[in-house]
């Protein structure tokens, strides 16, 4: 089971974060974070089905800061190259996406990613306030 979503910034994307590791209920296989010019996706892929009430639970949580999002072809090709372990730098190159973090939740990595785009930019675009 997974669920995808697409947050509008990259506040929201670490308060999944934070979710996932405050509720040990959650059976977080990986996650998947990819930037996009207006926004962040954010494909959480479970070890095993939760019951109805988690799951719901899970998906309110999820619907509160974003919306249910139905990844165009590049995107899923490079949920799957990840997936079948590919090397995050080689999906960027295949799929031109910008894959922030895969595996366990990671707030660091969102945060370097911020930090380095923000300070080749010079200014601090919406999506990554």
């Known amino acids: 089971m997974e669920h995808t979503f697409y947050l509008a910034n990259a506040s929201l994307t670490l308060r999944v974060v934070e979710y996932l590791h405050s509720i040990p209920w959650v059976p977080v296989r990986f996650m998947t974070v990819i930037h996009q010019i ?7 892929k479970l070890a095993y089905e939760m019951t109805p009430e988690q799951d719901g639970d899970f998906r309110a949580f999820l619907n509160e800061l974003g919306i249910p999002y139905e990844p165009e072809i590049r995107v899923r090709m490079a949920f799957w190259g990840l997936e079948t372990g590919q090397s995050p730098i080689d999906v960027m190159r295949r799929y031109q996406v910008a894959v922030v973090s895969h595996g366990a939740p990671d707030r660091e990595e969102i945060e370097a990613f911020r930090k380095q785009f923000v300070q080749g930019l010079g200014y601090c675009p919406e999506t990554l306030a």
């Open 38 to 44: 207006d926004g962040w996706v954010v494909r959480v």
